[in-house]
């Protein structure tokens, strides 16, 4: 059976234990964080934490919440300003659509990666995707919109997603270096 030796204290432990039995110290390469639930470095499947379905559904809601909030509020005045008069400027209109909706998407997966417990990007990746399909239903058979094509939609849906995707994995990111701030002073307090 493989082994593992601690850096700390030398003892053997087993190759798939992630702390030392001995003296309890993270095992790993030398200066490399242990591969943890609560660390985005280092994941394998057989470590990745489970998706949390309440993070997700969150995320849907607030995207939904928000983009209705944006048809109800910034589309009107957009459709007035933008679209009224002699020559509509429907590329400036269609603009400023995407610029909302991208930060609508990378804000909420940034939220859910920089708040949540664990390592969440599939979460706000999957809020984004079935957001996305909500859109597309609603766009092609309940509103008929026919200025959005079919192609618009499938290329705009993935691009939120993506965003969104992006927008979590940056939340992780910030995330990561407070939680490793947080340990170097408590190392520090430690020593003092």
Known sequence: MPQTRCAKCGAENAAAAARCAKCGAELGAAGAPAPTQESMYGFDEMNKPPVSWPAAGLGLAIIVGLQALVGLAVVPFLSKSILAGRSPRIIGFWAAMIVI???????????????????????????????????????????????????????????????????????????QKLREQRRALAALGKKS
């Open 101 to 175: 909706g991208a930060a609508i998407y990378f804000g909420t997966g940034f939220v859910l990666g920089r708040y949540s417990k664990g390592y969440l990007v599939r979460e706000p990746f999957m809020a984004a995707l079935v957001a996305a399909g909500l859109n597309w239903v609603l766009e092609h058979f309940v509103y008929r919109n026919q200025s959005v094509t079919v192609p618009m939609l499938a290329v705009g849906g993935l691009l939120f997603v993506a965003i969104a995707y992006v927008g979590g994995m940056a939340g992780e990111q910030v995330q």
